[in-house]
C-alpha cells in the first residue's frame, strides 16, 4: 500500500509587536497564500484524510485559509517541533487513512521531510510550501527514515 505524507510549512506570518510567537496570525501574503495551495491540493487529488496541525495561531489559520473538507486534529506538540518529534507525531497517528497532512513549522518541517527522503534533499523550505511524500507501507507506524520519495513539491509563488 502506498502512503502519502503532505508536509505544508504555514504561510508567511505577521510580526505584531506584543504577540507571543504562538499566537502570531498571518500577514497579508500569508492569507493569500493559503487558500492557492489549498487549490492545488484539491486539483491535485491531494484533498486529505485527516490534518495533523500545530496550535500556534499562524498554522491554524494556514489550516483555515486552505480551504479543505477534511478532518483536523491540533496536536500541540508540533509547535516548533524538531524532526523527530514530527515523525513521531505521525507514527502515532494509527489508523488514519491517506493521505495525512501535517502543518508545522520551520525548521522541523523541512528537517522532517528531508530525513524521511531516501534520495535527493529539499533545501530551502519557505512558508506555505507542500512537499508530498509517498511511502510504501501499510500503516504510520511503519514509517522510517530514508523510505520515503518525492512525488511534489509546490509553493505559492510557483502557482500564480
Known amino acids: 500500500m502506498t502512503l502519502r505524507l503532505i508536509l ?22 500569508g492569507r493569500l497564500a493559503a487558500p492557492l495551495m489549498g487549490a492545488w491540493l484539491r486539483e491535485e487529488g491531494l484533498t486529505p484524510a485527516l490534518a495533523l496541525v500545530s496550535s500556534a495561531a499562524r498554522t491554524q489559520e494556514t489550516w483555515e ?32 487513512p491517506s493521505p495525512l497532512l501535517l502543518v508545522g513549522h520551520n525548521p522541523g518541517i523541512g528537517e522532517a521531510a528531508n530525513l524521511l527522503l531516501a534520495d535527493g534533499v529539499i533545501g530551502d ?28 513539491l509546490a509553493q505559492p509563488k510557483a502557482l500564480v
Not at 128 to 148: H, K, M, N, S, Y
Open 65 to 96: 485559509r486552505l480551504g479543505l473538507a477534511a478532518p483536523k486534529e491540533t496536536r500541540p506538540a508540533l509547535y516548533e517541533a524538531e524532526a523527530e518529534t514530527i515523525m513521531e507525531e505521525i507514527t502515532l497517528t494509527e489508523g488514519a
Open 8 to 29: 505544508l510549512r504555514h504561510a508567511k506570518s505577521d510580526w505584531h509587536a506584543g504577540l507571543s510567537d504562538h499566537d502570531r496570525p498571518l500577514n497579508r501574503r
Open 125 to 152: 523550505f519557505p512558508t506555505a510550501q507542500a512537499a508530498v511524500i509517498g511511502f510504501e507501507a501499510g500503516a504510520w507506524a511503519d514509517l522510517r527514515p530514508g523510505a520515503g520519495r518525492l512525488l511534489a
